[in-house]
């Protein structure tokens, strides 16, 4: 199915017409003699992540079959109206009217899989590994962790490296993400930095290195698709959480179930599902998506479709200022004097500044701030729109971060189309 396909939105339709050649594309099978098709890795978690659970009757699945539980208008369930970018692997993002809530509910929290998420996910045999340069190496249960430490519970931003990817000009390479790659959920867990102090850390940790369940896209057992890691100054921070529910409930299967890491203000991808391992290394960690371009931007301003040498990239850290208006949503109707509110985030800072512009970015009306529920939670504003007249109008917001940073118009391009912070604008017509 392409990503740009409109009937991404309706699966029954994309199998109508020529239900074999969808399912070989969908799902990876291809007819035998019975009319049935052996599901690969690949297309047997497509298919668990539409239904929301494993299918321990894969294998009688006939060709062209579609789960009954599937809506016509929604692929993954538990997920209530995003949008997929892409199958293989899962990718959907949220439309920014449908993050209104000062709390992002678990259905409308976007999903980010770079690989084949594991099927034996049961919370009780689930176990995670802490090595590397600590004195006292651990595996720990999901039992062990709540019972050893501290559970807390914290809302607490994510947003991809690439939410925005879909702006750039000329196109960046990548899922076109437009702005519902971010979230900002109530995680309850344990501190990273809790666990790290009882593994004892050594002098000479220089990173992390997060190893989730997952596999390579190619199916191949053992082979990553994602192990990223961040400085050991940064996990020893207090707003880092290993995770094992989500909004009061188990995770959900696309968001890393049973265990994950939670780390706000840095790309998501450094927030591993499906956590089965944390090492400390003496190194910056070289895994899977940390080196070459994989989450990296040059180090210098750059020329719209410039090649940038390898080695002229460094690794993205903490994300930019950014804001997004919920409400209105874009394209819609509304009177001469209507609320418009949002969120807006800042990385490690916080936001100290929300503007508005309803006449073109010409003037500018500051809006109504709430300081961060928590470090690492999104603020929520409002405002008051008043329009003179009848006509159409654009709603622009830009936030100010705690440095004196202002979220841009525009950004400069790069070429894995990373950190698009640009004002996000919001058509209405006014009546």
């Not at 004892?200 to 199916?219: E, M």
């Not at 809006?367 to 709603?395: C, H, M």
């Not at 070429?415 to 006014?430: D, I, Q, S, W």
Request: hydrophobic share 40%; aromatic share 8%; glycine share 8%.
């Amino acid at each position: 199915m392409s990503p740009k396909d409109d009937s991404k939105h309706d699966v029954y339709s994309f199998f109508a017409d020529d239900p074999e050649t969808a399912d070989k594309e969908f799902f990876g099978r291809v007819a035998n003699s019975d009319r049935r098709g052996f599901l690969k890795r690949t297309g047997l978690a497509t298919m668990a992540a539409m239904v929301g659970t494993s299918i321990p009757f894969h294998r009688n699945i006939p060709i062209g079959f579609v789960p009954a539980a599937v809506a016509a208008d929604n692929v993954l369930v538990g997920k209530d109206g995003l949008t997929l970018l892409n199958d293989r692997p899962v990718n959907a993002e949220t439309p920014p009217e449908l993050l209104d809530e000062a709390i992002t509910p678990t259905s409308r929290h976007f999903v980010r899989n770079n690989g084949i998420p594991p099927t034996e996910v049961d919370p009780a045999t689930w176990e995670l590994t802490i090595d590397g340069f600590v004195d006292n190496p651990m595996t720990l249960t999901i039992a062990d962790l709540r019972s050893q430490f501290e559970v807390v519970t914290m809302a607490l931003t994510l947003e991809c490296g690439g939410n925005g990817r879909g702006f750039f000009n000329p196109p960046a390479k990548g899922n076109q993400w437009t702005y519902g790659a971010v979230a900002c959920s109530e995680w309850t867990g344990v501190r990273l930095k809790d666990v790290l102090e009882k593994a004892g850390v050594q002098s000479n940790v220089v990173y992390t290195a997060h190893t989730g369940a997952d596999t390579h896209l190619s199916g191949k057992e053992g082979k990553l698709s994602l192990s990223r890691g961040v400085p050991i100054e940064k996990a020893m921070t207090d707003n880092i959480l290993i995770a094992f529910e989500m909004n009061g409930a188990p995770l959900h299967p696309m968001n890393g179930a049973p265990l994950r890491l939670v780390v706000p203000g840095w790309p998501a991808s450094t927030a591993q599902k499906w956590l089965k391992r944390i090492q400390l290394r003496d190194v910056v960690h070289d895994g899977p998506k940390m080196t070459g371009t994989a989450y990296r931007v040059p180090n210098r301003k750059v020329s719209a479709g410039e090649e940038v040498a390898t080695e002229d990239f460094v690794i993205i850290e903490r994300m930019p200022v950014k804001s997004l208006v919920t409400f209105p949503a874009n394209n819609a109707s509304i009177g001469l004097e209507s609320e418009v509110r949002g969120h807006a985030w800042a990385g490690d800072r916080t936001v100290t500044k929300l503007e508005v512009s309803l006449d073109f970015g010409a003037t500018w009306q500051t809006a109504e701030l709430d300081a961060p529920v928590n470090s690492g939670a999104w603020q929520n504003w409002r405002t008051t729109a008043k329009f003179a007249k009848v006509g159409y109008y654009e709603i622009w917001a830009r936030a100010t971060d705690s440095d004196g940073v202002m979220q841009p118009f525009a950004i400069d391009w790069n070429p894995k189309g990373y950190l698009n912070n640009t004002m996000h604008r919001v058509g209405v017509r006014a009546s």
